[in-house]
């Protein structure tokens, strides 16, 4: 398996859009998604590109996702 790598701003939001997040707000230079029964917003910058692992990593982890999504990300 190989290193989930950083992803660009755009990926990341169509990874979100794909998963039924939708974009709460914008506040400053982060954006906000969440949907219903979610505990927790992901929350990244927008103005940092590509977007960092560990933020895509804590997304993961937020959603409640497992590690077979991951490897699905790092095919893309």
């Given at each position: ?71 699905k990300?790092?095919?893309?």
């Amino acid at each position: 398996m190989k290193k989930l790598s950083n992803i660009s701003v755009k990926e990341f939001r169509d990874i979100l859009s794909q998963l039924g997040l939708q974009p709460l707000r914008t506040v400053g230079g982060h954006e906000i998604w969440t949907k219903n029964g979610l505990k927790r917003a992901v929350v990244f910058q927008t103005y940092v590109e590509p977007v960092p692992e560990f933020i895509v990593r804590n997304a993961i982890r937020d959603l409640g996702l497992s590690h077979e999504f991951i490897s699905k990300l790092e095919e893309m």
